[in-house]
């Protein structure tokens, strides 16, 4: 494991937009300050905030493309599969503030788990 792995999440609650993007990946580099690579699916949200970030980022964010339609490849599909059949499976929520407190403490778990955000590269056959 060479590379350092993190994993930052935002919870919204609306349809996300361009800008929310744009303004979650400025926040990671102010907390980071370093640059950074950000693997993104071809969704068109993505799209346009990497044409933005381009023109105003000053190089210190690069996109990396995961080929379009290829779930399979995309390391986030795996933190959501594990989330869903290990630690939302066969529980019952009362409400949306109680999924979205489940999900946080799940990720939060990720997050200090070098060893498990590798397993997620590794299941996507990634390079890291």
Not at 41 to 53: K, N, P, T
Not at 67 to 84: G, I, M, N, R, S
């Amino acid at each position: 494991m060479g590379a350092t792995l993190g994993l930052y999440y935002r919870f919204w609650q609306h349809n996300i937009q361009t800008a929310d993007v744009v303004q979650f990946v400025r926040e990671v580099h102010h907390h980071l300050r370093r640059t950074m690579i950000v693997i993104w699916d071809r969704w068109q949200v993505h799209r346009s905030a990497a044409a933005w970030l381009d023109g105003q980022a000053d190089g210190w964010v690069r996109v990396a493309w995961l080929p379009a339609y290829a779930p399979e490849l995309d390391p986030v599909e795996f933190v959501w599969t594990h989330a869903k059949y290990v630690d939302l499976v066969n529980w019952i929520p009362s409400n949306m503030e109680e999924v979205q407190d489940h999900l946080k403490d799940a990720l939060e778990d990720y997050r200090h788990d070098p060893a498990r955000l590798y397993s997620f590269f590794l299941t996507a056959k990634l390079d890291i």
